[in-house]
C-alpha cells in the first residue's frame, strides 16, 4: 500500500510562488510515475505536470509551462511542484497521483492508482 502526503499550499498573490511537496510511502518510489492534478471548484479534475522515474522525463500542461516546474528527490520519496507567476485561475485543490505501471506519464487520471488528499492553493487578485 502506498500512501501520499501533499503539503505546501496556502493563500498567495497573483504573481507570487509555491512549492508543493507530496511525501510517498514506499521502497520503490523512483520506479513510478508521479503527477500532480488539480481540481478548482465546479470543474473537473485535470492534469498539471507529471515525471517518469529514475529517468526524470517531465509533461507539463499548456496551460502551466513556463511558470510551474516539476522534479523529484528520489532519496526523499518526494515529487515537487514549483509554481511561479501564480494566477487566479490557478486556484484549486491540488493532488498528487502515483502511476505503478507505465513508463510514461499519463494524462488520464485513470492511469493514476494511489492519490493524496489534496492541498488548497488560493491565489488572490
Known amino acids: 500500500q502506498v500512501q501520499l502526503v501533499e503539503s505546501g499550499g496556502g493563500l498567495v498573490q497573483a504573481g507570487g510562488s509555491l512549492r508543493l511537496s507530496c511525501a510517498a510511502s514506499g521502497r520503490t518510489f523512483s520506479s513510478y510515475v508521479m503527477a500532480w492534478f488539480r481540481q478548482a471548484p465546479g470543474k473537473e479534475r485535470e492534469f498539471v505536470a507529471g515525471?517518469?522515474?529514475?529517468?526524470?522525463?517531465?509533461n507539463l500542461a499548456d496551460s502551466v509551462k513556463g511558470r510551474f516546474t516539476i522534479s523529484r528527490d528520489n532519496a526523499k520519496n518526494t515529487v515537487y511542484l514549483q509554481m511561479n507567476s501564480l494566477k487566479p485561475e490557478d486556484t484549486a485543490v491540488y493532488y498528487c497521483a502515483l502511476d505503478r505501471y507505465r513508463l510514461g506519464v499519463q494524462r488520464p487520471e485513470s492511469a493514476y492508482d494511489y492519490w493524496g488528499q489534496g492541498t488548497q492553493v488560493t491565489v488572490s487578485s
Open positions: 515525471i517518469r522515474g529514475s529517468g526524470g522525463g517531465t
